[in-house]
């Protein structure tokens, strides 16, 4: 396994099995053809081509929108068709608006292909042993990922809060980070993925940011999301990540974001080109 095979598995994707997800005339994501045959149960809210799933409107707010496809997902969730909804909702934007057209449970956002936003922290502490990264382990009992690796704190970008105080959010939750300490993170670029799950398709793009943080600092979680802790030397971070699938996926993108901007990953290695291009895919068009 190499660096670059990570980035394979959070960009295997195939656009035969999706047709385009449309709303009030934009598209805003894609859909199984599997899942769009269960919709056809709603002649009333969905109209299906062989191109498109398109969201019938009895009104043009983006409240009754959200309304009447959170009625439907939660009939297929009775079914035990869909898992339970998460409890926080994505934004579902045409491109470039500034106002969404609905809000979707954060669930439920592969299912209709929603992209969406996240935010994670690489947690770096310098000595006089040279750099180091704080580590956690997921806890066992969580819906994804359970007993993996993940960075220090990470967490996907609800409605309605501020880039500043979800980081801080997360932060405080995942490792028990003060907001003044969460302040200090710095905003260095982002990664996204574009990949295929058993709920639809992720089209994901990560915030990334640095945070140092003191060396006599302890992390502990308030929320029940991270196991335990490890402060690892970078270099034993990029061997792990390099050599293994310990990471929940998409935390090896921002580590080898990281790994990059760092050095530690020169133009010597073998994919550093594709690295470079890989981090930051473009959607492959529907056919």
């Known amino acids: 396994m190499g660096f670059f ?3 394979a598995a959070c960009n295997r994707h195939d656009v035969t099995r999706f047709i385009s997800f449309d709303v009030a005339g934009h598209a805003v994501g894609r859909v199984n053809r599997e899942f769009a ?51 926080e909702r994505y934004a579902v934007r045409g491109e470039d608006m500034a106002e969404p057209l609905l809000l979707i449970d954060r669930a439920m956002a592969p299912c209709f292909g929603i992209r969406a936003f996240g935010q994670h922290v690489n ?65 260095v670029g982002a990664v996204s993925y574009h990949m295929d799950t058993r709920m639809g398709f992720k089209s994901d793009t990560l915030f990334c940011y640095d945070l140092e943080l003191p060396e006599d600092f302890r992390p502990e979680c308030t929320d029940g999301e991270v196991q335990e802790f490890y402060l690892w030397p970078v270099e034993e971070v990029m061997e792990r990540v390099k050599g293994g699938d310990e990471f929940k996926l998409n935390c090896n993108l921002v580590i080898i974001d990281f790994l990059i901007r760092y050095g530690f990953i020169t133009p010597d290695e073998p994919d550093y080109m594709n ?3 890989g981090l930051h895919p473009v959607l492959p068009p529907l056919e």
């Open 5 to 7: 095979d990570h980035i």
């Open 37 to 87: 045959d269960q919709l056809k149960a709603w002649p009333e809210i969905f109209q299906i081509t062989d191109t498109a799933v398109q969201f019938l409107e009895s009104s043009p707010a983006a409240d009754d929108r959200t309304e009447r496809l959170a009625w439907v997902l939660n009939e297929l969730v009775d079914q035990d068709f869909l898992l339970p909804f998460h409890g």
């Open 123 to 187: 947690a770096i502490v310098r000595g006089s042993d040279g750099l180091k990264m704080w580590i956690g382990r997921r806890a066992a009992d969580r819906r994804h990922y359970p007993g993996c690796l993940d960075n220090l704190a990470a967490g996907g970008l609800p409605y309605g809060i501020s880039l500043q105080n979800n980081l801080a959010k997360e932060c405080w939750e995942e490792a028990g980070i003060p907001v003044e300490l969460a302040g200090q993170a710095i905003p």
């Open 275 to 277: 690295l470079l291009t």
